[in-house]
């Protein structure tokens, strides 16, 4: 059974490591935490360039410490911006939310608690692959 999702503790850790982006150009920072489904948290923050296309937006870093520390299944999702308010995932890194978390992670927004079926509906994910291929991919 999934742990209780405790959004105080996810949103503090992703205000937590807001404070450490790396954002010199667009002054933008983003955190996230993300509750992994054996309880523990990972989290990531933005990484700018000089060569704008290069960055790595906070749920790259966040998805990269997901498998560098285990892997598992995020079941619940908290990003904030600088001020430490929710902010909805753009559209790549909600595509990385739905593969590492599925339909029914939980992600934070400013509207409240929204899982990812509503986030992302009729989501691209590895049965589209399979559909086509007739490979198990994940």
Avoid at 1 to 9: A, G, I, K, Q
């Amino acid at each position: 059974m999934p742990p209780e999702v405790d959004w105080s503790l996810l949103h503090a850790a992703a205000v937590e490591v807001m404070h450490r982006a790396y954002a010199p150009y667009s002054r933008f920072r983003v955190g996230v935490a993300g509750l992994v489904d054996d309880g523990r948290v990972v989290v990531g923050c933005n990484v700018e360039n000089a060569a704008y296309g290069v960055a790595l937006c906070a749920e790259c870093g966040m998805v990269s410490a997901l498998h560098a520390t285990g892997g598992g299944r995020l079941i619940a999702v908290s990003c904030v911006d600088a001020d430490g308010a929710a902010l909805m995932p753009c559209g790549r890194c909600r595509q990385l939310l739905w593969e590492n978390g599925g339909p029914g992670c939980q992600v934070m927004s400013p509207d409240g608690v929204v899982t990812m079926a509503e986030v992302l509906p009729l989501a691209f994910g590895a049965q589209d692959l399979h559909r086509v291929t007739g490979e198990n991919h994940g």
